[in-house]
């Protein structure tokens, strides 16, 4: 079967840094994407992931490996806007765009 | 650029009524995704469209649901009749050509009473 997992919650502080993991199970792998989305709002897209490595962009980072089916997001100097929902998806199959999610992890950052 | 948009942003239905879902994918996407999240459950795909063809419907979930995409460029989703597990957030998605990368909308919220 198909899997994606991630922690349910999560709690940091203003300031800190904080690390959600996502672990995979597919049958075929294209690519890893993280999004953001708050309360009410659409998922925004973070980042995509297909080479194993670290791809960072400001704040936020994201690390892939393959060979363990594993993930990570990295979000730095966190803010309260920061608080919402990650998560983790991934496209399986090549022939279509399919995306299959993990429930999404909540971030709570604390004063 | 206008993102993907969907209407209406909430509806509410008594179990056995029709309701029918749209979505505008930002201008030029040809590939268009329908998604549904139910309460507790993380999102599962539905659909996909590449301009008016479905590339894959594996994820409908019965004979309730249709949808179309007449032109290529919108998208309507309908439930008829709705039943009370149909209740959920209804996401829209799109993406450019061969890029992976999809953009969502902010769904609509379904509930069926």
């Known amino acids: 079967g198909q899997n994606i997992d991630q922690p349910t919650e999560m709690t940091a502080t203003e300031g800190a840094i904080v690390q959600i993991n996502c672990t995979y199970q597919?049958?075929?792998?294209?690519?890893l994407f993280w999004y953001q989305q708050h309360a009410g709002e659409a998922p925004t897209f973070l980042s995509y992931?297909?080479?194993?490595g670290l791809e960072e962009k400001g704040r936020f980072s994201s690390f892939l490996s393959r060979s363990k089916g594993y993930s990570y997001l990295l979000l730095k100097e966190l803010q309260m806007k920061d608080s919402a929902s990650y998560l983790c998806?991934?496209?399986?199959?090549?022939?279509?765009?399919?995306?299959?999610f993990g429930q999404g992890t909540t971030l709570q950052v604390k004063p | 650029e206008a993102g993907v948009t969907q209407f209406p942003s909430h509806s509410v239905i008594e179990k056995g009524q029709t309701v029918t879902l749209r979505c505008d994918p930002i201008s030029g996407h040809d590939n268009l995704y329908w998604y549904r999240r139910v309460m507790g459950k993380e999102i599962k795909f539905l659909l996909h469209?590449?301009?008016?063809?479905?590339?894959?419907e594996s994820g409908m979930p019965n004979n309730r649901f249709l949808a179309e995409r007449t032109g290529g460029t919108y998208s309507t989703l309908k439930v008829q009749p709705a039943e009370l597990e149909d209740s959920g957030v209804y996401f829209c998605a799109s993406s450019q050509g061969l890029s992976r990368t999809q953009y969502f909308g902010p769904g609509t919220r379904l509930l069926v009473l």
């Open positions: 469209f590449v301009k008016e063809s479905k590339q894959d």
């Open positions: 597919t049958s075929g792998f294209n690519g």
């Open positions: 992931n297909v080479l194993d």
């Open positions: 998806a991934v496209i399986g199959s090549s022939n279509t765009g399919k995306l299959i």
